[in-house]
């Protein structure tokens, strides 16, 4: 969630919740359709259906597919590949391809993933997650505009055979080829409809259990239809999920207590009053919240300010994050413990998680008093007596208000002469500012694409498009570097070079953790095989039902 996406991402994706759209007697033939039938509320419209496009596939992971699916605790399932096998030297990867059509009919081949990479590698096509290729061979130079798309790494000596060849090895590859962006697109449809391709429900076809219908692009509805060409359509019980978005999580709980939605994400408020009910439930995410400095600022003195680790460390150890979590969010979220998230990835070699070892002691803890002294030293460096920052954050993400309101209230309270001004406004505007530098402070986030350190790392290196506040460390950028190239056969030195990484990263607050998500919702008990996930693809309805219990 690259990947929040992202972020947020602007929560990368958004927060789906599942609706029941109705129950009544088995002989009536409306009533037995509409209990094949979900309504889903999301709480931002679907902003694009091309996966060349995508920052995130929280929905459309319904709809695409590419060599495997992520399964129960992101276990990697069958998808359109059959078999699969690799080199001893982990270089060349072969996959056989199953019988599978596209939603329109045509058979979906092995040139259909060549032509889907080297579109979503293309310059013109500015794909955000192009830089998850990286390791394939040719894709970083291509992704630099030093080679051409059709080097990359992949061919089909068969309409049932892919082989992808890597620059180096890469310890995740398995589950990275189970993320959508990976996977076919039919260049037949993109030629014919040009322009229009993606553009609305209609021009596209699509290779996932269900295809999608009435989205137009920018409405508040749509729709997902069963796909009976999906290779495995047999086991998907569902006939349609019907989307709306509700931003309002009030209106999504007076819409669940008329039995018209199944599944309801519940605010901090809500979860105090909810929180011993039968139908309370919490789903995690790999998803860390972060405060994210401008160390290009277009303000000098601002600039300097955001250059000065003790005025970072400071603004870190301000936060009292036990209280921001168990007291103000109430929802089960937890204090992060560095830049990756809990309970993400385990080492190899101890089974220690990665985020206990990234741990650095008095960055992310809550220390007043050493918070003041970083702060007046931090202040007395850069030669200000006091410092007026604006934060931005996004209104479509439900806490947003509270967290940024709290870290108002808190500095003012611990670090004196810090003014924080909130500018509080829509996701995708606020991630437009973000990518243009117009920002002090930016309340954002990510969550993890796939379930290795790495998909967070990624993000914090020297000109990453992620990385909108320009944070850059050398030895960061080499250890993560290291990690993919000589070390990446080699999974202890390569879990090592993650760990340093990271602890450097924290150490200095290139980004400072605020809290790590965890969604606590309202839901229908008879509500059964939706499958969720903390990385990558979070939902998916293949095996979803209702029980007629």
């Avoid at 219908?213 to 796909?227: D, E, M, P």
């Avoid at 992620?466 to 080499?478: C, I, L, R």
Wanted: proline share 3%; net charge positive; hydrophobic share 30%.
């Amino acid at each position: 969630m690259k990947k929040i996406h992202k972020i947020l991402l602007t929560i990368f994706t958004a927060l789906l919740v599942v609706v029941i759209a109705g129950c009544g007697n088995k002989k009536s033939n409306s009533n037995e359709s509409n209990k094949k039938q979900l309504n889903l509320s999301a709480t931002a419209p679907l902003d694009t259906i091309d996966i060349s496009k995508s920052t995130g596939y929280g929905q459309t992971g319904n709809v695409f597919e590419s060599f495997y699916r992520l399964g129960k605790k992101g276990q990697v399932n069958a998808g359109l590949a059959k078999s699969s096998s690799v080199s001893g030297d982990g270089l060349t990867w072969t996959f056989k391809l199953r019988d599978a059509k596209w939603s329109n009919g045509d058979k979906i081949t092995a040139q259909d993933f060549v032509y889907s990479w080297r579109r979503t590698l293309d310059p013109k096509t500015k794909s955000p997650y192009s830089y998850l290729f990286s390791g394939i061979k040719n894709a970083d130079q291509i992704i630099d505009g030093k080679a051409k798309p059709d080097s990359i790494g992949i061919s089909a000596p068969n309409d049932k055979t892919v082989v992808i060849k890597l620059d180096k090895p890469i310890a995740y590859f398995k589950v990275l080829m189970a993320y959508p962006l990976f996977g076919p697109q039919n260049e037949k449809v993109v030629d014919k409809y040009g322009k229009k391709y993606g553009t609305k429900s209609q021009y596209m076809v699509y290779s996932g259990p269900f295809k999608i219908k009435n989205w137009s692009g920018t409405g508040n509805k749509w729709q997902f239809a069963k796909n009976d060409n999906y290779w495995d359509h047999k086991v998907v019980k569902l006939a349609q999920i019907n989307y709306t978005v509700v931003s309002n999580p009030t209106t999504g709980q007076e819409l669940y207590q008329q039995n018209k939605l199944d599944l309801t994400p519940l605010t901090s408020q809500q979860v105090k009053n909810f929180k011993s009910d039968k139908e309370f439930k919490q789903y995690p995410y790999s998803y860390v919240t972060y405060i994210k400095y401008n160390f290009a600022d277009q303000d000098a003195a601002k600039r300097k300010a955001m250059n000065n680790k003790n005025i970072r460390l400071a603004m870190s150890l301000a936060i009292d994050r036990d209280v921001l979590t168990k007291k103000i969010l109430g929802d089960g979220s937890e204090p992060p413990k560095g830049f990756v998230a809990s309970d993400l990835a385990k080492d190899p070699q101890t089974g220690k998680d990665f985020a206990d070892q990234q741990y650095v002691k008095d960055t992310v803890d809550t220390n007043t008093k050493l918070a003041q002294e970083y702060w007046q030293k931090g202040l007395k460096e850069i030669g200000q007596k006091d410092l007026k920052l604006t934060l931005l954050a996004s209104n479509d993400d439900a806490n947003g208000k509270v967290i940024s309101e709290y870290l108002q209230s808190r500095y003012h309270k611990i670090l004196p002469g810090l003014d924080i001004d909130i500018r509080d406004i829509p996701g995708h505007s606020a991630t437009q500012r973000a990518d243009d530098g117009d920002f002090d402070l930016y309340l954002s986030g990510w969550g993890g694409d796939f379930s290795d350190p790495i998909t967070f790392l990624q993000t914090a290196k020297s000109n990453t498009s992620y990385n909108q506040g320009k944070y850059s460390n050398k030895e960061y950028d080499e250890l993560v570097d290291r990690a993919q190239d000589q070390d990446a056969n080699d999974e202890n030195k390569r879990w090592d070079d993650l760990v340093k990484a990271t602890q450097i990263l924290n150490a200095e607050q290139g980004m400072t953790p605020v809290y790590q998500q965890v969604t606590a919702y309202l839901q229908k008990s008879d509500v059964k095989g939706i499958i969720h996930n903390t990385a990558g693809t979070q939902w998916s309805y293949k095996y979803a039902y209702k029980d007629e219990k």
